[in-house]
């Protein structure tokens, strides 16, 4: 059974940090492109950051320069981490995992940003 499980989430001012976690278990977490996605109120769960295993990955414009993803594929561990934390980055924040049309998401850790 997969499973993907999110911590690190809270109450964090304008300008603060977080740094999220997401653990798997379930997957041979080396084959999977791992991502970070938010869902804001009223909004579509959009992607923040993927991490293709070998080094690369992308981000949303909107994160660029202030966050950065980054796995422990020995500990089945993707993190993100976000500087310079805005109130538009105020969401629910969702693990995923994706291989091959296989995808998997975990239970979402809540990040609200206070202006």
């Known amino acids: 059974q997969v499973q993907l499980v999110e911590s690190g989430g809270g109450l964090v001012q304008a300008g603060g940090s977080l740094r999220l976690s997401c653990a798997g278990s379930g997957i041979i977490f080396s084959m999977f492109v791992m991502g970070w996605y938010r869902q804001a109120p009223g909004k579509q769960r959009e992607l923040v950051a993927k991490?293709?295993?070998?080094?690369?990955?992308d981000y949303a414009d909107s994160v660029k320069g202030r966050f950065t993803i980054s796995r422990d594929n020995a500990e089945n561990t993707v993190y993100l981490q976000m500087n310079s934390l805005k109130p538009e980055d105020t969401a629910v924040y969702y693990c995923?995992?994706?291989?091959?049309?296989?995808?998997?998401w975990g239970q979402g850790t809540q990040v609200t940003v206070s202006s």
């Open positions: 991490s293709i295993s070998g080094g690369s990955s």
């Open positions: 995923n995992a994706y291989n091959r049309g296989t995808g998997y």
